[in-house]
C-alpha cells in the first residue's frame, strides 16, 4: 500500500463494521430467535467454545455474555485434546460452538464434528456458511460480513461479537437490551469518527518493542485482541492482561519504556479501578493510552450499554495497531510470516 490509509484494504475493512454489523442482526435476528428455543428446551448447562487466534477473544466474550445474561459457565475447549490426544471433551448437558473466520481448521471442526456425533447441541458461528465448521455443526449462523481480504481480521471479529451477543441475548429473553443491540453499528460508526486522536496516539507507539494493555470485565477480551492486532500489525511484543492480575505481580514492570493502554467502557463498573490504576502507572512513568476513560488525551468511546461495548471499542483498538504500524514503518497490509487461513490440526 501507499502512505494514505485508503489505500490499504484493513483500513477499508475496518471502516465497513457499521455496516457488516447492521447487516447481520437484519438478517439473522429473526432465526436466532427462533433457534434459541430448543437451546432452552434442551436445559443446556454449559457452553463450550473452540477457537483459535481472533476468534478465541470472541469467545472469551462468550464467557462474560453467556455468564452475565444467562447464568452459565463457559469454558474453552482445547482442541488439541480431541486432534492430538484423541480425547474429545464430554460435553453431555452443554452446548459446543465452534468460532471462526474461514470455518476450515481441522482441529476446531473435529472438535465440533465429535460434540456432534456425541448428540451434543452444536453451533458454527463462522464467515463462510458451506465451510466444513459449517457442515460440522447441527446449527449454523452466519456472519454475512463478506470477503474479508486483509490477513488480520477485523470485520469478521466484530460480527462474531453481534453473533455471541444476539444468541446470548435472545436465550435470556432480554427485548430491551435486544433494542440496545441493534443501535450499535451507529455506536461504531461514531468510533470510527475518532481516527484522528487514534492516530495521534500511534505515534506514541514507533519506536517501543513491547506494551501492555489493560480492561477488565466484559473488555478483557477487547485487550486481548488489541493485542494480538498490535503484534501482528507493529510488531509489538504487547501483553494483555485483566487489570486485576495485573497488579498481582506484573505491574512490576511498570517504567518509562512500558506504554499501557488501557480500555473502559465509558461509566462501567471497572471504570474507577482503571482510573487508580492509570494514576500508579503514571507514577511509575509508563505512558498512558486511554480508551474510552474520563481523562486527558483519551481516545473517546460512544456511551453504550457496558455489555455490548467491547463492539464498540474494538474499533479505535484495531485502528490503534494499524496506524502503529504505519508509524513504525510497516505495512498492515502485509504482516510478516502471517497468511489469511492458518489450518491447525
Same mark, same amino acid.
Not at 463450550?48 to 487466534?53: D, P
Not at 470472541?58 to 475447549?77: E, M, N, S
Not at 474461514?102 to 476446531?108: A, F, K, N
Not at 487508580?276 to 503514571?282: E, M, Q, V, W
Given at each position: 500500500m501507499s502512505g494514505r490509509p485508503s489505500d490499504s484494504l484493513l483500513h477499508r475493512e475496518i471502516a465497513e463494521q457499521p455496516e457488516v454489523v447492521a447487516r447481520f442482526l437484519a438478517r439473522e435476528e429473526t432465526r436466532v430467535a427462533r433457534m434459541a428455543v430448543p437451546f432452552r428446551r434442551a436445559g443446556i448447562r454449559f457452553v463450550?467454545? !473452540?477457537? *483459535?487466534?481472533t476468534s478465541d477473544n !470472541?469467545?472469551?466474550?462468550?464467557?462474560?455474555?453467556?455468564? !452475565?445474561?444467562?447464568?452459565?459457565?463457559?469454558?474453552?475447549?482445547a482442541p488439541s485434546l480431541t486432534t492430538l490426544y484423541g480425547r474429545p471433551p464430554d460435553a453431555r448437558g452443554g452446548l $459446543?460452538?465452534?468460532?471462526?473466520?474461514?470455518?476450515?481448521?481441522?482441529?476446531? $471442526?473435529?472438535t465440533v464434528a465429535a460434540a456432534r456425533r456425541a448428540g451434543v447441541p452444536t453451533l458454527a458461528i463462522v464467515n463462510d456458511a458451506e465451510s466444513p465448521l459449517a457442515r460440522a455443526a447441527g446449527e449454523v449462523l452466519a456472519l454475512h460480513a463478506g470477503e474479508e481480504r486483509s490477513v488480520a481480521a477485523t470485520k469478521t471479529y466484530t460480527a462474531q461479537l453481534a453473533a455471541v451477543a444476539l444468541l446470548a441475548i435472545s436465550l435470556a429473553g432480554r427485548r430491551p437490551l435486544l433494542r440496545k443491540l441493534a443501535g450499535i453499528p451507529v455506536a461504531m460508526a461514531k468510533a470510527l469518527a475518532a481516527e484522528a486522536a487514534v492516530r495521534r496516539m500511534a505515534r506514541r507507539l514507533a519506536g517501543v518493542s513491547r506494551a501492555v494493555v489493560l480492561a477488565r470485565g466484559v473488555n478483557y477480551p477487547t485487550a486481548c485482541e488489541i493485542a494480538l492486532k498490535l503484534k501482528e500489525l507493529a510488531r509489538i511484543l504487547a501483553e494483555p492482561y485483566s487489570s486485576a492480575d495485573f497488579q498481582h505481580g506484573p505491574i512490576a514492570l511498570a517504567e518509562p519504556g512500558l506504554p499501557a493502554v488501557l480500555v473502559s467502557a465509558p461509566g462501567g463498573r471497572p471504570e474507577k479501578e482503571l482510573l487508580?490504576?492509570?494514576? *500508579?502507572?503514571?507514577g511509575r512513568g509508563s505512558p498512558l493510552l486511554p480508551i474510552g476513560l474520563p481523562v486527558r488525551g483519551a481516545v473517546p468511546l460512544p456511551r453504550v450499554p457496558e455489555l455490548l461495548s467491547p463492539l464498540v471499542a474494538a474499533v479505535p483498538g484495531q485502528l490503534l495497531a494499524f496506524h502503529a504500524a504505519l508509524a513504525r514503518g510497516l505495512d498492515p497490509d502485509r504482516p510478516r510470516g502471517l497468511r489469511k487461513v492458518t489450518e491447525t490440526r
Open positions: 463450550l467454545v !473452540a477457537a *483459535r487466534g !470472541a469467545a472469551r466474550y462468550a464467557q462474560y455474555l453467556f455468564g !452475565a445474561l444467562d447464568g452459565l459457565p463457559v469454558a474453552l475447549a $459446543v460452538v465452534g468460532i471462526s473466520q474461514s470455518g476450515r481448521s481441522p482441529d476446531i $471442526v473435529e487508580l490504576l492509570a494514576g *500508579r502507572l503514571r
